[in-house]
Nanobody
Framework: QVQLVESGGGLVQPGGSLRLSCVASSSIGSIYAMGWYRQAPGKQRELVARITSTGSTNYADFVKGRFTISRDNAKNTVYLQMNSLKPEDTAVYYC???????????WGQGTQVTVSS
């Protein structure tokens, strides 16, 4: 079973930046896609960004132009660069795999991002 560990969350002011990291216990090059999700208090978990093994990306409308997902296969790591952060971006951010193989499906434990003055 693949395991994921997120890091990089913290407290930032509106307009600030943060970079989240997700390290996988196995080769991310063999996983079809990896994505970032977020969940705010009282809200459903929602997709933020996704990247496939071939480099194709997609983003939720609320982060387009502000967030960038990227991948470093040598480090088994997926990143989420978050710029121009807004208070409404405050949430726990989770890393997740997407693959037809059950052993390659997993959620990370989450990392808290708080955007506040």
């Amino acid at each position: 079973q693949v395991q994921l560990v997120e890091s990089g969350g913290g407290l930032v002011q509106p307009g600030g930046s943060l970079r989240l990291s997700c390290v996988a216990s196995s080769s991310i090059g063999s996983i079809y896609a990896m994505g970032w999700y977020r969940q705010a208090p009282g809200k459903q978990r929602e997709l933020v960004a996704r990247i496939t093994s071939t480099g194709s990306t997609n983003y939720a409308d609320f982060v387009k132009g502000r967030f960038t997902i990227s991948r470093d296969n040598a480090k088994n790591t997926v990143y989420l660069q978050m710029n121009s952060l807004k208070p409404e971006d405050t949430a726990v951010y989770y890393c997740k795999t997407d693959d037809i193989r059950a052993v390659l499906r997993a959620w990370g434990q989450g990392t808290q991002v708080t955007v506040s003055s």
